[in-house]
Antibody
């Protein structure tokens, strides 16, 4: 069964850093487009970052320069390193798999990040 | 950026009702649109991709239509398991999402 399980969320002070992890099972993280998507309280979903099968990465303007997406093929895990966090980064963060560079056909249940002093 | 406008934000319906949710794109996205179902505490579930292609395992009461800028998700006969939030997503240029439609019990 194809499954994504996020972890690493929590309460963090503004300016702090956090690393989210996504455990992938049922398929290889290296062979697919993988993204992080977030949903702030009371808001719609927002795409955050993608890593292509060839390792190319891309980011939403709102996180460019602060967040870094990566993967560990040996552990079959996806990561999101988040630095210089602000209260605007408070959200549930979802790990997703894309079919090519299109729709997201597998999602995790999400991990909650709260940025607050 | 392509903006997605979804309506209504909330929909009150009864079991057996025909339900329609609309998504409008700020520019043409051809058929690059997906629909998802999301229940609290669960992973979002892909229902429809490429505007009208039903994902494997999704009941046939769900259908999608449209192209260009106007898209519709229809549930032909609402079932108890269908009370959830539905959202659209364009993938013509990066990925953007509609604000979601909560389908609740009338």
């Amino acid at each position: 069964e194809e499954q994504l399980v996020e972890s690493g969320g929590g309460l963090i002070q503004p300016g702090g850093s956090l690393r989210l992890s996504c455990a992938v099972s049922g398929f290889g993280v290296s062979h697919n487009y993988m993204s992080w998507v977030r949903q702030a309280p009371g808001k719609g979903l927002e795409w955050v970052s993608v890593i292509h099968g060839d390792g190319q990465t891309d980011y939403a303007e709102s996180v460019k320069g602060r967040f870094t997406i990566s993967r560990d093929n040996s552990k079959n895990r996806l990561y999101l390193q988040m630095n210089s966090l602000t209260t605007d980064d408070t959200a549930v963060y979802y790990c997703t798999r894309e079919e090519g560079q299109s729709y997201m056909d597998v999602w995790g249940k999400g991990t909650t990040v709260t940025v607050s002093s | 950026d392509i903006q997605m406008t979804q309506s209504p934000s909330t929909l009150s319906a009864s079991v057996g009702d025909r339900v329609t949710i609309t998504c409008r794109a700020s520019q043409s996205i051809s058929r690059g649109l997906a629909w998802y179902q999301h229940k609290p505490g669960q992973a979002p579930r892909l229902l429809i991709h490429d505007a009208s292609s039903l994902e494997s395992g999704v009941p046939s009461r769900f259908s999608g239509s449209g192209s260009g800028t106007e898209f519709t998700l229809t549930i032909s006969s609402l079932q108890p398991d269908d009370f959830a939030t539905y959202f659209c997503q364009q993938y013509s240029s990066y990925w953007t999402f509609g604000q979601g439609t909560k389908v609740e019990t009338k």
